[in-house]
């Protein structure tokens, strides 16, 4: 894993590795659910990127295209994105659905982990 002054951010997932990236993470994992076409998904990416920032080591924060990788959000039951899971321990402990500002999303998963 690179190490320095990279910094982490958030990682890409596909259904083919969700259940290695998200299911049976370590650390408690956000997942965004989002499509290129969404405004408010691409309206909250930034906020995703900067918490991914402030949280690494403590919660890994996800993104998956759902135009590209069906089969996760219908597992879930996906039905409007931007679309955030938190999972902890392989199970969903919280979702939210909807854009939101920064605060509330860093208030939401500080609740929930």
């Given at each position: 894993m690179p190490?320095?002054?990279i910094q982490m951010s958030t990682v890409a997932v596909t259904d083919a590795t969700f259940d290695a990236e998200v299911r049976k993470s370590d650390v408690p994992v956000?997942?965004?659910f989002w499509a290129e076409w969404c405004g408010p998904c691409?309206?909250?990416?930034p906020a995703l990127e900067e918490l991914?920032?402030?949280?690494a080591g403590?919660?890994?924060i996800v993104k998956i295209?759902?135009?590209e990788n069906p089969e996760s959000p219908a597992l879930l039951g996906v039905r409007g994105?931007?679309?955030l899971f938190l999972f902890k321990d392989g199970q969903v402990v919280s979702n939210k659905v909807g854009?939101?500002?920064?605060?509330?999303?860093a208030s939401w998963i500080a609740g929930a982990i």
């Open positions: 190490s320095g002054d956000v997942v965004d691409r309206q909250i990416g991914s920032n402030e949280y403590k919660v890994k295209n759902v135009d994105i931007p679309a854009a939101a500002p920064k605060a509330a999303l």
